[in-house]
Structures are given as C-alpha cells and as structure tokens.
C-alpha cells in the first residue's frame, strides 16, 4: 500500500539554527499539505501545494519558514532560524487533485517531531 | 482558530463498551471527515460523510450529520484495546481544518 513517507522521524536542534523537513507524497496525489501539531492540539495546516504552486501559504510564518516542490513532487520544509516555540510534529499530506472548494480525502505520513532546545 | 471542535476532550470506556465523541464546527461544508491519530504517529482518514448525507456507516463506525446544528457524532461500538488514540474531526471550507481532538482510552 502507497504512503507518505516523511524525513527524518525525530530532529532535536538548537534555537537558532536551520532545519529541513522532506516529504515525498503518494504517487499521482497532486495536492500536498504541511502541517504542524502542537502536543495536545489538532494539526494545523502551514502551507499546501497543487502540483508545484502554493494554493495556500496564509498560516506559514514566513519570516522563518519556508516551503518549496520544485518539481511538483517531493516537498521540503525549512525553518531558518528555528525557535523554541517551533518544537511540535510536522506533518505532511497528499490528496489526489480536488475540485474547487471540496475537500479530498488525506493521506498523511508519519510526521518529523521536531525538538528546539 | 480552528474550525472544529470535539467534545469530550478525552473519554475512558471499558472494552466492549460503545464509545461516542461529537464535532461541532462554525461555517457551511461540503463535507466532513474523522480521523484517527495514535500517541506520535500520522493521521489515518476512517471516514468522510458529505453535507447531504445525515448517516454513514464503515465497520464499527458509525458517522451522523447534522448540518442545521453544524455537529456530527463519531459512534465506535463494541470498542478495542486496539482503539485508543486521538480522534479529530476535519472540515473544509477551502482548506481543511481539523479539531482539537478527543483522547479515547480503551481499557481492556
């Protein structure tokens, strides 16, 4: 069975410095989501991509994070420079392609949780 | 803020016992769904009902849809061990937004 694999499990850094997350989707899903979790809540969408466009950016703080999928396929997540706040799960989703304003099933891998000391 | 919202924050029932969490959300959907979270993992999608559906049904689960009320109710019955996680629930105006969460425990 096709899943989202995700990279790496577990990350621990120190404030300040640069992290990269990697996220590869389900082949064929067209629509990828980042999202990030704080322990406790629900997961809250940061960026989401059709294909290699940003649909959605409006909850990345973008003075730190950034977010790319050059190729329409694989994504990477950067933060730059990583807080003590940051310290959370990133997730990351795909759904095949969606019809305007209709919310597709999400496939979600197994998340990067992220420690900033 | 988040759309929805589950209530109860967490529940312990004893194995075979039924287990039932309610979502509230705030705007109009086209459709809703629940997901499954264990402790550190991914998510897993168990079931999406559309806003002209009122009931849906997928194994032990059980989904209702109340739209004049924005609420909808996830129904486990006959529960596991296997079962305790997190459960959210997602709705979708344009993107998807998920709840706080209900924290099942499933005590064998």
């Known amino acids: 069975e096709a899943e989202v694999a995700q990279s790496p499990r577990y990350k621990i850094t120190e404030k300040s410095q640069a992290v990269a997350f990697w996220c590869d989707p389900i082949s064929g899903h067209a629509t990828l989501y980042w999202y990030r979790q704080i322990l406790g809540q629900g997961p809250e969408l940061l960026v989401q991509?059709?294909?290699?466009?940003?649909?959605?950016d409006s909850q990345l703080p973008k003075d730190r994070f950034s977010a790319e999928r050059l190729k329409g396929v694989d994504s990477t997540l950067k933060i730059q420079p990583a807080e003590l706040g940051d310290s959370a799960m990133y997730l990351c989703?795909?759904?095949?392609?969606?019809?305007?304003?209709?919310?597709?099933?999400?496939?979600f891998g197994p998340g990067t949780r992220l420690l900033v000391l | 803020s988040q759309q929805g919202e589950e209530d109860p924050q967490a529940l312990s029932i004893q194995e075979g016992e039924n287990a039932t969490m309610n979502c509230s959300y705030k705007t109009s959907i086209n459709n809703l769904q629940w997901y499954r979270q264990n402790s550190g993992r991914g998510l897993v999608h168990l079931i999406l009902?559309?806003?002209?559906?009122r009931e849906k049904h997928s194994g032990r689960l059980r989904v209702t849809l109340d739209t004049s009320k924005k609420s909808s109710s996830l129904l486990i019955t006959a529960s596991r061990a296997a079962d305790t996680a997190s459960y959210f629930c997602a709705t979708r105006a344009n993107n998807l937004f998920f709840g706080t969460g209900t924290r099942l425990t499933v005590i064998p």
């Open positions: 991509f059709q294909d290699e466009s940003v649909v959605d």
């Open positions: 009902i559309r806003s002209n559906e």
């Open positions: 989703a795909s759904s095949l392609i969606m019809d305007s304003g209709f919310m597709e099933t999400q496939y």
